[in-house]
């Protein structure tokens, strides 16, 4: 988005989120990427209290899960999350956040879990917590593997289990902003933020990264609605590398010709 309150959820699932705070985040800022759209932009200031409020969308307790995020801190010293689920029948935690160090870590479980790696202020970063569960404890935490990965490359992993398992909770996802709304803020740049009720497996990730990390061939793609009924319509319009030379779409629309690369 370049504007507006409305953080479109692109996968067709409807998962739409809200821009909030007392002033809310900076949108189409010069991100990573060549997307026309840009990065979402955050002060880290406590004047203005910006954050991203996303519906839940995934509960830990229940599921293995991907997370996943391009970023940029501005400065170091204080801790920024990135990821954080609110309390909603259960505990939610801090589930990715740059500490103050530039640590990248997890309070998944309840317990802090280390990458082993860190970031440096101004430099974007593309970072993965996959969780991939196998079971779950008397009391109902997801028991399984967890897993970093930084600019696709994997880092520190490890099993929770028992009373340190993932709990359950059904509450909002909140980015930039710890779970009180009053402290942990993000200050920087985010792009490419998603959500995975699955744990991706180790190409995919790779695959992410790589789509962040190069030039795409699509370098615009936009539509006059985010969603369509049955019935209705929508104009797409998009701008490709000189290089492409044909563009499927689906289900069953086939190859578009592009003309004068759009």
Known sequence: ETGGAIAFDVSGFGSHGTYEGISLPVLGEAGFTA?????????????????????????????????????QVNSLGANQIIFQQQDVNGVGRTLLRVAASGAIDSNLGGSLKLSGATVNAGVPVHIALVFEKSGESGAGEAEGTWRFYVNGEPEESGLISGASGAELSEGDFLIGIQKGLDGQYFGGLMDELAFYDKALPPERVVEHFASVSEEPLITSFTASHPAINEGGTVTLAWVLDPGVTSLILGPGIGAIQPRSGS
């Open 35 to 71: 997307d026309a759209d840009g990065a979402v932009a955050f002060s880290g200031m406590a004047l203005d209290a910006s954050y991203i409020r996303i519906p839940s969308v995934v509960n830990p307790g229940e599921t293995s899960f991907t997370l996943e995020a391009l970023v």
